[in-house]
């Protein structure tokens, strides 16, 4: 198939979401996704479609890499839909260790994958993971349960290259917290055609400019 004859990516995450393409498309250029280039908003609209997540209710969000750019980091809500919409998710557990002031130690994570023997064990531990941000000092056992939580959806289904989630391990490593594997490839594919197709909607152009902050959620 010729790639001008597929649909864009941006009307197949609207056609899903039931939002006018350019409704969407300037929805996202101002809130989650603002700041994208063409190359970075193409990379997250595919990446939040490949996984069926929603971008307004921040499942898949932008972050501000190191290096420059925006890379798609995938929240926890997006982890947990991940697991929920696979055919082969049959359950977790979690299992904390506190210490002796209630403050807790490590969290394994355990999945059940049908077909499988053994479940997938994964174990944070806090003093490995801890951030020095409001989210991990007012919530230290959600935020650990939560690490556990998507690294152990990432190793049981295999997406090894999605950042996680926690903004600043993703910062540390430019965009990536898993350096050795890269975030998203775009290829040799022309941004503004695969993302809009033929007919882009009118306004729909994406100036290129620099990355700004961006609210992180908590």
């Known amino acids: 198939m010729n790639l001008k ?10 056609d899903r979401m039931n939002i006018d393409p350019s409704k969407l498309h300037l929805t996202l250029k101002n809130t989650v996704f603002k700041g994208a280039s063409d190359e970075e908003m193409l990379s997250l609209v595919v990446v939040a479609n490949e996984h069926k997540l ?28 991940i697991a929920n919409q696979h055919p082969k ?4 557990h979690f299992n904390t260790t506190i210490d002796e002031k209630n403050a807790p130690v490590s969290c394994a994570c355990t999945i059940w994958v049908k077909g499988r023997d053994n ?9 490995e993971c801890k951030r020095n941000t409001e ?10 349960r939560w690490k556990a939580l998507a690294q152990g959806v990432r190793t ?3 997406f090894a290259g999605y950042a996680d989630g926690d903004p600043e391990l993703v910062a540390e490593n430019g965009g990536n917290d898993n350096p050795e594997k890269p975030v998203f490839d775009n290829g040799p594919l022309d941004p503004k055609l695969e993302l809009f197709g033929d007919d882009a909607p009118e306004g729909a152009e994406i100036e290129e400019k620099e990355s700004e902050p961006v609210e992180m959620p908590v």
Do not use: C
């Open 156 to 158: 049981s289904f295999g």
């Open 54 to 81: 929603n971008p307004l209710t921040k499942e898949i969000y932008a972050f501000p890499s190191r290096g420059g750019g925006i890379v798609p980091v995938i929240g926890i809500d997006g982890w947990i839909k």
């Open 135 to 144: 989210p991990w000092k007012q919530y230290p056992h959600r935020m650990l």
């Open 5 to 14: 004859d597929k649909k864009s990516a941006l009307a197949v995450m609207a």
């Open 89 to 92: 998710f049959n359950g977790m």
């Open 119 to 127: 479940p997938t064990v994964i174990t944070e531990f806090f003093s």
